[in-house]
């Protein structure tokens, strides 16, 4: 499972980000349904081990990229909720000033160069940002999330390519839920996916999505052998959606079985996989993980008061800092 050791604090705090991120994620599914957030979102419920091992292992001037499925991501960079919140809900106080909603939040302070509504649409940007740490010599390494839907984008192949040719620090991280919207991988991508990097001379490899330990410890691996120079590397972490392509995708079946959704969310749940090893290594009992939990959902409730209560950008603004 882990290839680096992982000390009970740093356990605690992933298992503390998950939880975040999944309370985050439930509470924006409820403003959805109850018609208090415009637009649509992608919940990233399921996925969140992933999110928070890579961006745990990176330090905090590294970069990332994000996908249209990007909460989990800022929040694991170190977003800030209530920002995030006033962001979904149209307000002034938001990452873009409530211009950009959903899949737009970027927030340079925490090297996140920005959520895309474009599938593969960061891979260029994640490669430029990598060049430029290479030339500025500053050590900070780029991790490029995307979907494994992603791989039928051009874009992907031509910017592998370069980083392999130039040794850039960059990881590309495929987030393989095995559906890009309603169809099924296999139906998508073809031939091994793994086989596509080592074909650009960029070494692959996967891992347990569901497994934060195992997420991190081969992130950190990664990152120091993009830190020393040896350049990029593809990483699939295979794991699942638990709810639909976006909020209102609500009846799944005619695309994925309720069996197949059940036992993900019975036996693969990350938090579950975390807890179990929280729980049987003696790190900390039900009642101190409860307490974390409990202590997130305050600050949840806090952040979304905050946001409900925020004023909306000015009328006289509208044209400000939109670029198309
Ligand atoms: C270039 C482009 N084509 C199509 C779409 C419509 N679209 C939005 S999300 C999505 C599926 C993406 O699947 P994947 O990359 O596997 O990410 P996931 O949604 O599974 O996280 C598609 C086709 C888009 N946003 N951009």
Redesign the pocket.
């Known amino acids: 499972m882990s290839d680096v050791a992982i000390d009970n604090k740093l356990l605690l705090r992933m298992y503390r980000r998950m939880v975040m991120i999944r309370l985050f994620e439930e509470q924006v599914n409820d403003l959805y349904t109850r018609a208090l957030m415009p637009g649509l979102a992608?919940l990233y419920i399921g996925e969140e081990a992933i999110a928070v091992g890579v961006c745990e292992a990176l330090r905090s001037d590294d970069y990332i990229t994000s996908?249209?499925?990007g909460h989990g991501h800022c929040l694991a960079k170190g977003a800030a909720i209530d920002r995030m919140f006033a962001e979904l809900l149209g307000k002034e106080a938001g990452y873009c000033k409530g211009k950009g909603g959903s899949m737009h939040i970027a927030d340079p302070d925490t090297g996140n160069l920005g959520a895309n509504?474009?599938?593969?649409?960061s891979a260029g940007i994640a490669t430029g940002a990598a060049f430029s740490s290479k030339r500025l010599g500053n050590g900070r390494v780029t991790v490029c999330f995307?979907?494994?839907?992603?791989l039928g984008?051009g874009v992907v192949y031509e910017v592998m390519n370069m980083a392999a040719l130039w040794k850039l620090p960059v990881i590309y991280v495929c987030?393989n839920?095995m559906?890009?919207?309603y169809t099924h991988v296999s139906e998508a991508a073809a031939g091994d996916i793994l086989a596509r990097g080592p074909a650009f001379g960029v070494p692959s490899e996967s891992v347990d999505g569901q497994d934060v330990r195992a997420v991190y410890s081969v992130t950190q691996r990664l990152a120091e052998r993009a830190r020393r120079g040896e350049g990029p590397s593809f990483l699939m972490a295979n794991t699942y959606?638990f709810m639909g392509?976006h909020v209102g995708d609500i009846s799944r079946e005619y695309y994925r079985s309720k069996q197949e959704e059940q036992t993900w969310k019975s036996e693969r749940d990350p938090i579950k996989v975390a807890t179990e090893a929280i729980l049987s290594q003696n790190i900390a009992d039900r009642a101190a993980l409860g307490r974390i939990q409990a202590e997130v959902k305050a600050e949840i409730e806090k952040a979304v008061q905050f946001a409900m209560a925020a004023p909306y950008p000015n009328v006289d603004e509208v044209e400000q800092d939109v670029y198309a």
Do not use: C, K, L, P
């Open positions: 992608h996908t249209h499925r509504a474009i599938v593969a649409g995307f979907g494994e839907g992603a984008q987030e839920n559906y890009n919207e959606r392509h």
